[in-house]
């Protein structure tokens, strides 16, 4: 009962979501024919070291790796690392800021079921609904670049969805810490996206852009995945295992939080 009632609430808000994605990912495809002619002389204005070689990915001259490169860039680093972290964000206050703001919580609570319970019901259907359209819409980036002439192995395109649905995770499990102690969704929403903003500015500026947990989620890592030289095992042992760890250490102090929280 209570996954159905959270996917209820969170039903369209999903659709929004999964539209967004879809429609970075058509309009990614759709611009590399152009893009890929004016590469040349947009290399000529890379400013920073790690954006000229995001420039040298796509201008390279074998025509698989300049395309992997690319959409690596668009569908992982800018695509889901934006549009997927501020779900991940709303998601997480919708957990049990809003229940609280409200005044439904004491409605939730009353039921004959445990706090854990409670959370991990509302966790999981709204992690769900953060994770697959991650899936199906790089999935979908598969079958659009056959309309122009490009192809995105099925493997590698998994993978790299796979491990930036778990970076996203991450921002879910942040913010369902802070939406147990939050009285209002506007309060997460405020912490976690100043939190991403902070290392964002991190990510941004080379001489300390390696403190930055972007670092884990960023072209560096998906252009080697889409090429086929990042597997999965290598990935998770010296990426995805902290990825993994913070989150469910995250999310334990949530429910131990939740615990103890007061409506």
Same mark, same amino acid.
């Given at each position: 009962?209570?996954?159905?009632?959270?996917?209820?609430?969170?039903?369209? $808000?999903?659709?929004?979501?999964?539209?967004?994605?879809?429609?970075?990912?058509?309009?990614?495809?759709?611009?590399?024919?152009?893009?890929?002619? #004016?590469?040349?002389?947009?290399?000529?204005?890379?400013?920073?070291?790690?954006?000229?070689?995001?420039?040298?990915? !796509?201008?390279?001259?074998?025509?698989?790796?300049?395309?992997?490169?690319?959409?690596?860039?668009? $569908?992982?680093?800018?695509?889901?690392?934006?549009?997927?972290?501020?779900?991940?964000?709303?998601?997480?206050? $919708?957990?049990?800021?809003?229940?609280?703001?409200?005044?439904?919580?004491?409605?939730?609570?009353?039921?004959?079921?445990?706090?854990?319970? !409670?959370?991990?019901?509302?966790?999981?259907?709204?992690?769900?609904?953060?994770?697959?359209?991650?899936?199906?819409?790089?999935?979908?980036? !598969?079958?659009?670049?056959?309309?122009?002439?490009?192809?995105?192995?099925?493997?590698?395109?998994?993978?790299?969805?796979?491990?930036?649905?778990?970076?996203?995770?991450?921002?879910?499990?942040?913010?369902?810490?802070?939406?147990?102690?939050?009285?209002?969704?506007?309060?997460?929403?405020?912490?976690?996206?100043? !939190?991403?903003?902070?290392?964002?500015?991190?990510?941004?500026? #080379?001489?300390?852009?390696?403190?930055?947990?972007?670092?884990?989620?960023?072209?560096?890592?998906?252009?080697?995945?889409?090429?086929?030289?990042?597997?999965?095992?290598? $990935?998770?042992?010296?990426?995805?295992?902290?990825?993994?760890?913070?989150?469910?250490?995250?999310?334990?102090?949530?429910?131990?939080?939740?615990?103890?929280?007061?409506?």
């Amino acid at each position: 009962m209570i996954a159905w009632k959270t996917w209820r609430e969170a039903r369209w $808000l999903t659709l929004l979501y999964a539209i967004l994605l879809e429609a970075g990912v058509i309009v990614s495809v759709l611009m590399w024919p152009w893009l890929r002619d #004016q590469a040349p002389a947009l290399a000529k204005l890379a400013p920073a070291q790690f954006i000229r070689r995001w420039v040298e990915g !796509i201008t390279s001259p074998d025509a698989d790796a300049a395309y992997g490169a690319y959409m690596a860039l668009q $569908l992982f680093f800018k695509g889901v690392n934006v549009v997927g972290l501020c779900f991940a964000v709303v998601f997480g206050a $919708l957990l049990v800021a809003r229940e609280r703001e409200n005044h439904t919580l004491e409605f939730l609570l009353a039921r004959p079921l445990s706090r854990s319970r !409670i959370l991990w019901a509302r966790f999981w259907v709204l992690g769900t609904a953060l994770v697959v359209p991650i899936l199906l819409t790089s999935w979908s980036a !598969i079958p659009l670049s056959w309309t122009i002439d490009e192809n995105l192995p099925f493997g590698t395109v998994t993978i790299g969805a796979v491990y930036n649905a778990l970076f996203c995770v991450l921002f879910f499990a942040v913010s369902a810490l802070f939406s147990v102690r939050a009285r209002t969704q506007l309060q997460v929403v405020a912490v976690v996206g100043a !939190i991403a903003v902070f290392e964002v500015s991190l990510y941004f500026v #080379q001489e300390i852009r390696n403190t930055s947990v972007f670092r884990l989620s960023d072209y560096d890592v998906y252009a080697p995945i889409l090429a086929g030289n990042l597997g999965l095992g290598r $990935l998770f042992v010296t990426r995805g295992v902290w990825l993994l760890t913070a989150s469910v250490a995250a999310y334990a102090i949530a429910d131990r939080c939740f615990a103890k929280a007061k409506l």
